[in-house]
């Protein structure tokens, strides 16, 4: 990448802002000498002109170093930004898809099992026409927030839209998974979401599907949601 302005203009804003910051430990830790062999410029050459020259120009790289710095933080909040939910903090649906498909290769390579499962939350659009979409955007964080405290740090949860979330559980079969969703949905639903004054009940519907390498990341997903579906019909 082209970097212009860099040399020609030592004393733009950003140079004197950075310079105040950075100077003093170029001049105290890294003496003008020291500097002018790494730079192979025998010392006969080390004028006062060329010394002023060697310490503007460690300014300037201590100057770009924290502009690199800088940068590659901010790419990292881009990146994040772009995989989250932006209600919830949870994993996108197009981020929850992506880890799905590692994980599925990750298990069908090393023969370990791991599952999906898919949550609904049960009947968000009263909790909405009740107590206004705000409260059912309350209740939404709240069973985000419980699932992730509930899981290893090695499980994916993913908001996949509307009222429906989906948790990646790595190095879990199917009875190991039915029983984790079990637990999940049993502590969720053991407190109610508050919000201002009231308290909301939370009711959940979930289903299970074991990963299977044969099949692609959207039908595990219908497999799971459409468990998920039948016992939320079962329920009336």
């Known amino acids: 990448m082209k970097i212009s302005g860099a040399r020609n203009d030592p004393y733009s804003p950003f140079a004197r802002r950075e310079a105040g910051e950075v100077a003093p430990r170029a001049v105290s830790e890294a003496p003008a000498a020291d500097q002018a062999r790494f730079l192979g410029i025998s010392e006969n050459e080390l004028t006062p002109a060329v010394t002023a020259g060697i310490a503007m120009l460690m300014v300037e790289l201590d100057s770009l170093r924290l502009e690199v ?90 908001r996949m839209g509307g009222d429906e979330f989906a948790v990646l559980l790595v190095q879990a079969d199917l009875p190991t998974a039915t029983a984790k969703a079990e637990m999940l949905a049993r502590l969720i639903e053991a407190e109610p979401a508050q919000v201002g004054a009231w308290l909301i009940p939370i009711r959940l519907s979930w289903g299970v599907r074991q990963l299977d390498p044969t099949l692609d990341a959207e039908q595990l997903i219908a497999d799971a949601d459409a468990a998920m579906f039948a016992m939320k019909r079962a329920k009336g």
């Open 69 to 158: 710095q800088r940068l590659k933080a901010r790419l990292l909040e881009a990146e994040t930004a772009a995989d989250e939910d932006p209600l919830t903090s949870a994993k996108n649906r197009r981020a929850f898809i992506r880890e799905l498909k590692r994980i599925a290769a990750f298990a069908q390579r090393y023969d370990a099992p791991a599952s999906l499962v898919y949550f609904d939350l049960d009947d968000l659009k009263g909790i909405n026409d009740r107590f206004g979409h705000a409260a059912g955007d309350a209740v939404l964080k709240a069973v985000a927030a419980r699932l992730a405290s509930h899981v290893r740090e090695s499980d994916i949860v993913g």
